[in-house]
């Protein structure tokens, strides 16, 4: 099993910035994707941003520029820089794991709250 734990949700103004946490423990696998999804009230829930273990990212289009997405694989964990947030970023981010790069077993953190006004 693999247990993901997010941090670094909050409340900011648009423009402003956060960094996002997730730290990943337990039988963490080699080849991994990680990534960071999010659900806004009423939506479907998005990919936002994903790493995988060997270095390849994808963004959401909406995102490309204002967030970063890094990880630390001596720490199993990844980092969602968001800079330049904006009103519709206002979602609950979920942390995701998966086992192998294109398919696999998931894992989902419980979710960290971010919100922006306006």
């Known amino acids: 099993q693999v247990q993901l734990v997010e941090s670094g949700g909050g409340f900011v103004q648009a423009g402003g910035s956060l960094r996002l946490s997730c730290a990943a423990s337990g039988s963490i696998p080699t080849v991994n994707a990680m990534g960071w999804y999010r659900q806004a009230p009423g939506k479907q829930r998005e990919l936002v941003a994903e790493?995988?273990?060997?270095?390849?990212?994808n963004y959401q289009n909406s995102v490309k520029g204002r967030f970063t997405i890094s990880r630390d694989n001596a720490k199993n964990t990844i980092y969602l820089q968001m800079n330049s947030l904006k009103p519709e970023d206002t979602a609950v981010y979920y942390c995701r794991l998966q086992r192998g790069i294109y398919s696999g077993t998931e894992y989902w953190g419980k979710g960290t709250l971010v919100t922006v006004s306006s």
């Open positions: 790493r995988t273990s060997v270095g390849t990212t």
